[in-house]
DNA sequence: CTGTTAGCGCATTCAC
DNA sequence: GTGAATGCGCTAACAG
């Protein structure tokens, strides 16, 4: 048991004064060249670590972090990301923070610029982004990459930004799950239904794109000769979804596996379910609670999760963490993936009680 | 936002002062009646919560845990469950807690019964258990509750005893999980090897009879017909194992799929590929390190983690609150079963590095 | 039995 | 520039 090291043992250690080594560790300014390098030396050599726990709950400042997602409903795949930024807000009670919520549409780019544009403008410490449009995502970070303002990404990241950090799946690797979920519960060779989300304005999402790929990878790196039969699908316009499923499943009456690779499966086993459609399998995303429901009556048999209480709890406490605490953050932060079935859906009910 | 309400809020509102507070929070007596009364009346409420952080800096009391698991190599199960709860400790740094660590040969019960006897004569304030034998852990238990210790159990339960809670996965739901994994992924109706462990000494241990039983439940209500082959396996003397192998797969040709309901998997693996048997599937438990490395190399298909980081993690984390902050207690914890495949391995690095 | 008070480790303000 | 002093909310020892 090593005994733990305060700043009054540093400062003793150092020759000064326990205010001027807060001042060095804050960047307070106010310090002599060479107070700083003598406490600086100790800090090195003893590895002091502040105790959180203790600062937070001294801490004066306030800080005022933004958070920016696509719109959402209750019980979508976005809603949970906000619960685990809330979350981790509440692990740390004690720091003043005021956080502000800014949505927009994500079927609308318009909106979405509109949006971007006053967060360019707000007053704050720091931005959580849940990005969709990329060129107006790029946009934002540049304006604050010059504003030097921090950001982290949640759900996904994009390559031409430098965020502090981003926290998603791998979802080149989640394509690669998908293709090998499916292929190893439908006959060798027998016809995969894929969903292919028709978006209007942007070109197709980047996690689509990484998804694809990886499914593609996985197929022929395997040698499977699965055809894949494109259903199209509205995210936007609901309503034709309906008619495009039809359509689809009047002109192919053997597809024994469907795979959706956005977080709208249920949609899908709905409608197989209604029209009576059986013995087709289904590998689909993320833990909504109509995937949920879907999966617990048997319609989909395995489910993908991101994590997105993770990433949205993670993003938060790192940030909060590095501005207050200056602790060093690891920019790449791939969540684990959870596979879901019908027997352990149950047990996946995050951030319910005080479980982390 | 509401203000935070501390114990000299209380104070106030109940007429008496903060070491009374204090006092009816921590059952340290001296109390009237009728102030303590009125404490609690005002506790409730405003549904006070103390500041844990605050708390365990000016905490003083020294802690006293005790853990007794049964005795692990590196890269095991029950390190795994070590880890979560030395990493509980870290969270709580500021908490002066001693904590001693008891292990056993789960394969020797005069072993067992000698560590517990240890064990029911040590001074402590709380005990972790891993329960391996039934009766002896019964025992352990009774003079536990006469000395009124509280106890958590990690990994299973035992229903005879009644501890304070226990952080396990439903064995019963691991069972189904299994038989519907395995079946997914293998002919109808094929044959499935089933790893039957030969314990010496003891009855069949609790967990395995709970999956036995879930499995079973299973293939019965899904109209599985699937042959199952018991394949022979002692966990203690590991040398024969060889033997009963090579015995089972002289006889049996045609076995697709193979379960293997304990952590062990990876010797049945091992044997598969070093005797280059091949299109076997398999569905296993545990992270362990060999069945990391065997499901890395595809020998495995899906393989079932109990999460026994966070059953440590969270029996500690309880027991500490309990003792402390006299949080109340769940009792029944059910840890989410996570299903691991080639694809999501490498993403379940858990508590390496500051993740929870 | 009860109220008062000195710390716990850290951030921050205020004299020097 | 710097050190000393104050306060955060809570525990525990100490007078009464």
Redesign the interface.
Known sequence: MVK?IRIKDIAKMAGVSAGTVDRVLHNRGNVSDEARKAVEKVIEEVDYKP?M??S??SLKRRYKIAVTTPQFSSGAYWESIHNGIRHALEEY??IKVEYHVFTYNQYDIYNCREIFKKISQFEMDALIIGPTFKEETINLCETLNYRKIPYVFVDSTIEECSPLAYFSA?HY?VG??IA??IT??IPNGSNIGLLQAVRTGDSSANTTILRKRGFNDFLKENNCTNPILNIPFSVSETKDNEKHLSHFFKNHHNVPGIVVMNSRGSIVSDYLFNNKIDNVRMVCMDLTTPNAAAIKKGQI?FLIGQGPEYQGF?AMKTLLEYLIFKKPV?VVN???????????VD??K?FS?T??
Do not use: A, F, G
């Open positions: 733990k105790n726990h203790v937070s709950i009670e004690n791998d690797i690669r799950l090998s979920l190893s519960i048999n993670y690891k791939h969540m684990q993936l959870d596979i879901l079935t019908r027997e352990t047990y996946y995050r009680n479980l982390y």
